[in-house]
C-alpha cells in the first residue's frame, strides 16, 4: 500500500510543540516534518535519520 507523505507547510505551526511556523523553527534547523494526513508524523533530519511517531493531534488538525 502506498503510504504518501506531504511536507509540513511553512506557516503551519511546527509539530515540535514549539508553537511557532514551521519555517521559523525547525525547517531552519535542517529538520524536516512530513506527515500522511491521517495522524501519523516523520521528522526526518538532515542526517538522513528518520523517526517515525504518532501525534494524536494531527488526527484533529488533518481530517
Ligand atoms: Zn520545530
Redesign the pocket.
Same mark, same amino acid.
Given at each position: 500500500m502506498e503510504n504518501k507523505m506531504f511536507e509540513l507547510e511553512d506557516n503551519e505551526v &511546527?509539530? &515540535?510543540?514549539?508553537n =511557532?511556523k514551521?519555517k521559523n &523553527? &525547525?525547517?531552519k =534547523?535542517g529538520?524536516q516534518?512530513l506527515h500522511d494526513g491521517k495522524g501519523n508524523a516523520i521528522r526526518k533530519f538532515s542526517l538522513g535519520e528518520e523517526l517515525m511517531e504518532n501525534f494524536e493531534s494531527l488526527k484533529e488538525r488533518f481530517t
Open positions: &511546527c509539530l &515540535c510543540d514549539s =511557532r514551521y &523553527c &525547525c525547517k =534547523r529538520i516534518w
